[in-house]
């Protein structure tokens, strides 16, 4: 069974940094796209940053130049560096695979961008 399992988010100053990991098990983690979704209550889930199966990335426009998405196929594990945090960051952030059809989630982390 797929599982997903988010690490890292906490509360950051404006301008702060910090790095979200996401633990995958389950599947041929290296073979499938994986994303980082965040949402706010009252908001639809939003994507943030992919990074398919040979390394290629795109970014949602809000955070381009500022949030990195890097992945580990040895540890399978899913990284989201975030730099020049600014406080609409401030979300769950969720890992996600689409695996065979399926959509799978992880728990969240609370990233919070507050002075």
């Known amino acids: 069974q797929v599982r997903l399992v988010e690490s890292g988010g906490g509360s950051v100053q404006p301008g702060g940094s910090l790095r979200l990991s996401c633990a995958a098990s389950?599947?041929?983690?290296?073979?499938?796209?994986m994303d980082w979704y965040r949402q706010t209550p009252g908001k639809q889930r939003e994507l943030v940053a992919r990074?398919?199966?040979?390394?290629?990335?795109n970014y949602a426009d809000s955070v381009k130049g500022r949030f990195t998405i890097s992945r580990d196929n040895v540890r399978w594990r899913l990284f989201l560096q975030m730099n020049s945090l600014r406080p609409e960051d401030t979300a769950a952030y969720y890992c996600?695979?689409?695996?065979?059809?399926?959509?799978?989630w992880g728990q969240g982390t609370q990233v919070t961008v507050s002075s």
């Open positions: 990074i398919t199966s040979d390394g290629s990335t």
């Open positions: 996600h695979v689409k695996y065979r059809d399926l959509d799978f």
């Open positions: 389950g599947m041929n983690f290296r073979l499938y796209a």
